[in-house]
């Protein structure tokens, strides 16, 4: 079992920006692919950005690419997105979620069904 933990949402200007964190406790943090998801209202939940295992490869929505970095610090267990230059598009809520499987390609990084375990989520509003 993980358990999964986000913090750092809150409300920012467009323009502005932010850096979610999610912690994880149970089973060794370095062992799992790790992703960002997002759930705007009324829409499905998506990808934001993921990363395998190793931290050798990171994937981007096409939506966040060149303004979103994610990164993990597995001493800390801990995963990271730092937001830049945030819209009112990107308001959501944020999900980490760890992944049991070795996930490599974009397809498995990208698909919210690879990911085994969520954390409850944490509210990111930007306002206009």
């Known amino acids: 079992q993980v358990q999964l933990v986000e913090s750092g949402g809150g409300l920012v200007q467009a323009g502005g920006s932010l850096r979610l964190s999610c912690a994880a406790s149970?089973?060794?943090?370095?062992?799992?692919?790790m992703g960002w998801f997002r759930q705007a209202p009324g829409k499905e939940r998506e990808f934001v950005a993921g990363?395998?295992?190793?931290?050798?490869?990171?994937v981007y929505a096409d939506s966040v690419k060149g303004r979103f970095t994610i990164s993990r610090d597995n001493a800390k267990n801990t995963l990271y997105l730092q937001m830049n230059t945030l819209n009112a598009e990107d308001t959501a809520v944020y999900y980490c979620?760890?992944?049991?499987?070795?996930?490599?390609?974009?397809?498995?990084?990208?698909?919210?069904?690879?990911?085994?375990?969520w954390g409850q989520g944490t509210q990111v509003t930007v306002s206009s």
């Open positions: 979620a760890a992944s049991t499987d070795s996930l490599t390609t974009y397809i498995q990084i990208t698909t919210t069904g690879r990911y085994d375990y």
């Open positions: 149970g089973r060794p943090f370095s062992n799992y692919a």
């Open positions: 990363l395998t295992w190793t931290g050798s490869r990171t």
